[in-house]
């Protein structure tokens, strides 16, 4: 699968931005997929997965409540809403995913993660 990260930019703090991230290739429903990322650096880190059904979702603390991962597999997109974003959410995001797992499968670490996409940068000003 062929992972496509969009929709990064520059914000002021407590604004908001909406990530999305394409594939193409194989089934996208049969992949579980994940939002990291990295700030200049720091290594990259986890901010939230989603199932294959999207019956599970996991946040990172950090941004339980603010960001949102959802995903339509109808258009094989997945989503990252982040509301109220602060300076320290500045980072490039990438997306991940992870193929040969069961429907409910969800991995929060880098390594769980096979393939990934190229990332977009979002700017948090203060």
């Known amino acids: 699968v062929q992972l496509q990260a969009s929709g990064g930019g520059l914000v002021q703090a407590g604004g908001s931005l909406r990530l999305s991230c394409s594939a193409s290739?194989?089934?996208?429903?049969?992949?579980?997929m994940g939002w990291f990322r990295q700030a200049p650096g720091k290594e990259r880190e986890f901010v939230a997965a989603?199932?294959?059904?999207?019956?599970?979702?996991f946040h990172a603390s950090s941004v339980k409540g603010r960001f949102t991962i959802s995903r339509d597999n109808a258009r094989n997109t997945m989503y990252l809403q982040m509301n109220s974003l602060k300076p320290e959410d500045t980072a490039v995001y990438y997306c991940a995913a992870r193929g040969g797992v069961i429907i409910s499968y969800i991995g929060w670490s880098v390594s769980e993660y096979n393939y990934w996409g190229q990332g977009t940068l979002v700017t948090v000003s203060s």
């Open positions: 290739g194989r089934t996208f429903s049969t992949y579980a």
């Open positions: 989603i199932s294959r059904n999207s019956a599970n979702t």
